[in-house]
């Protein structure tokens, strides 16, 4: 079975500067597909980064990026210049196939 | 566009009642998916459909059944035949073009309460 683990249920960061969430995976697919998402307190799930297992090269969009470490199954999101706004939950999951998976979530703080 | 929606946004159920939640979305994906995510859980993978008139079950299928008619594909219904307090949960809808590396559009759940 597919399994998605996030070891940190809460984080918290001083405004302006950089945390990094940590995310491990475990499949015995060679192709598949990572992502995270944010779920602020509205619920809604709205996607931050993904990243195809196939390609070296670390995905960003603006202040967020991957390290994607494939060899020990390791996909953490680092978020830089944190802001206010940035304060929510964060999912990782893993596809493979037609089947999704979740890790539990971590609760990420945005200090002033 | 709407996106994704859900309906209803939240509802309480006594024990043994019945009832259909719905999805619906306007971008004419092909794959939907039903999640539900519990306190500490994360979410999980209830049912999903690849095209119209299909399902396959997911990760915690079991005391739900799923409908995609032809001719509707943008509606995905998810049911609960006999509601237990432990389908309390906040269920969310989901939608892409195809599956894989394809974005999931999530609806904004729904609520639901089982007494």
């Known amino acids: 079975a597919q399994t998605v683990t996030q070891s940190q249920p809460e984080m918290s960061v001083q405004e302006a500067e950089t945390v990094t969430l940590s995310c491990t995976y475990d499949t015995s697919e060679s192709d598949y597909y990572l992502f995270w998402y944010k779920q602020p307190p509205s619920r809604q799930m709205i996607l931050v980064i993904r990243q195809e297992a196939y390609k070296q090269q670390n995905a960003t969009e603006n202040r967020f990026s991957v390290n994607f470490q494939k060899a020990a199954k390791s996909f953490s999101l680092k978020i830089s210049d944190s802001q206010l706004g940035d304060a929510a939950m964060y999912f990782c999951a893993q596809n493979t196939g037609n089947q999704f998976y979740f890790g539990t979530g971590t609760s990420l703080t945005v200090i002033p | ?115």
């Not at chain 2, 049912?47 to 997911?58: I, L, M």
């Not at chain 2, 509606?75 to 969310?92: C, D, K, M, R």
């Open chain 2, 1 to 115: 566009n709407a996106g994704v929606t859900q309906t209803p946004k939240f509802r309480v159920l006594k024990t043994g009642q019945s009832m259909t939640l719905l999805c619906a979305q306007d971008m004419n994906h092909e794959y939907m998916y039903w999640y539900r995510q519990d306190p500490g859980m994360g979410l999980r993978l209830i049912h999903y459909s690849v095209g119209e008139g299909t399902t396959a079950k997911g990760e915690v299928p079991d005391g739900y059944n799923v409908s995609r008619l032809k001719k509707k594909k943008q509606n995905f219904l998810l049911g609960l035949e006999s509601a237990a307090p432990s389908q309390t949960s906040v269920y969310f809808c989901a939608s892409s073009y195809l599956g894989g590396l394809e974005t999931q559009y999530f609806g904004p759940g729904t609520r639901l309460l089982v007494l």
